[in-house]
């Protein structure tokens, strides 16, 4: 004797995600941004050098520009650059 399931059909609702107010970039993370617009060649020791800032604060900058999508790393460690996401 067959046995009966009832069918159920997926329901197609919109879904209303809440726009994400980007926070401000600190006075440091903005310098990085900068300049590395006018130089995506640039090496971290010479940020760090440019901002007065010891090499880790541009380390922690760059990966917190990084999970914000608005940096990108193109290429090798040794040969690639920067990419300023807008």
Same mark, same amino acid.
């Given at each position: %004797? $067959? &046995? =009966? @399931? +009832? !069918?159920?059909? #997926?329901?197609? %609702? $919109? &879904? =209303? @995600? +809440? !726009?994400?107010? #980007? ?64």
């Amino acid at each position: %004797m $067959p &046995v =009966q @399931m +009832p !069918v159920q059909m #997926p329901v197609q %609702m $919109p &879904v =209303q @995600m +809440p !726009v994400e107010n #980007p926070q401000p970039l600190t006075p440091t993370a903005q310098g990085i941004l900068d300049i590395l617009v006018a130089n995506p060649a640039i090496t971290i020791s010479q940020m760090a050098d440019k901002l007065a800032v010891n090499r880790r604060t541009i380390e922690r900058n760059i990966k917190i520009l990084q999970d914000k999508g608005r940096l990108l790393r193109v290429g090798a460690t040794k040969s690639g650059y920067w990419q300023v996401v807008s």
